[in-house]
Antibody
Framework: QVQLVESGGGLVKPGGSLRLSCAASGFTFSDYYMSWIRQAPGKGLEWVSYISSSSSYTNYADSVKGRFTISRDNAKNSLYLQMNSLRAEDTAVYYC???????????????WGQGTMVTVSS | QSALTQPPSASGSPGQSVTISCTGTSSDVGGYNYVSWYQQHPGKAPKLMIYEVSKRPSGVPDRFSGSKSGNMASLTVSGLQAEDEADYYCSSYAGSNNLGVFGTGTKVTVL
């Protein structure tokens, strides 16, 4: 079935780094735009980063620009988020999500992973 | 990019309707027809309920409907059922520089 599975979360000290992964299955991963979206404990959703199907275009929320890097490996059906210079305010559940159109970005996330928790604390 | 504004809570009795507003600006909600709505139950991942303002993905009941007027989008849940009790978030595309933003979220309670 169509599925996204995140991994790589954990506890990290402020200033540290973490790499999240998202494994896709059940659909042609290389056809779709993908995003990372996060949710701090008890808070709302926040879009973090986006990558086009061929990796030619990426974008980031101002809150993570310059610290986070999104990438993908279509041969491995995988999405990644490299997070550097982590801060306490980056503590959240991180979801990977698929934009439902295979032809253009329509800002509709139809498939979500179960999320992976990132905790930044000393 | 500021979050879109939603009321913190909304409620209704079973069978009634509830409408949730989502207020943005001409740079996001008012500028594009790429508004989507998500339902999230506690401890679960969000679920897409409405996309492109008023379209329903396959499998979403037609009790859920979306609309937009100017800088405000709305989600209406008709014929409220117990399982509709959840948090709801709107989201909008905001252009190639800012890309997108989510709403502040609305907790819907079925009385």
């Amino acid at each position: 079935q169509v599925q996204l599975v995140e991994s790589g979360g954990g506890l990290v000290k402020p200033g540290g780094s973490l790499r999240l992964s998202c494994a896709a299955s059940g659909f042609t991963f290389s056809d779709y735009y993908m995003s990372w979206i996060r949710q701090a404990p008890g808070k709302g959703l926040e879009w973090v980063s986006y990558i086009s199907s061929s990796s030619s275009y990426t974008n980031y929320a101002d809150s993570v620009k310059g610290r986070f890097t999104i990438s993908r490996d279509n041969a491995k059906n995988s999405l990644y988020l490299q997070m550097n210079s982590l801060r306490a305010e980056d503590t959240a559940v991180y979801y990977c999500a698929r934009d439902m159109s295979s032809t253009a970005l329509i800002w509709a996330f139809d498939i979500w992973g179960q999320g992976t928790m990132v905790t930044v604390s000393s | 990019q500021s979050a879109l504004t939603q009321p913190p809570s909304a409620s209704g009795s079973p069978g009634q309707s509830v409408t949730i507003s989502c207020t943005g600006t001409s740079s996001d909600v008012g500028g594009y027809n790429y508004v989507s709505w998500y339902q999230q139950h506690p401890g679960k991942a969000p679920k897409l309920m409405i996309y492109e303002v008023s379209k329903r993905p396959s499998g979403v009941p037609d009790r859920f409907s979306g609309s937009k007027s100017g800088n405000m989008a709305s989600l209406t849940v008709s014929g409220l059922q117990a399982e509709d009790e959840a948090d709801y978030y709107c989201s909008s595309y905001a252009g190639s520089n800012n890309l997108g933003v989510f709403g502040t979220g609305t907790k819907v309670t079925v009385l």
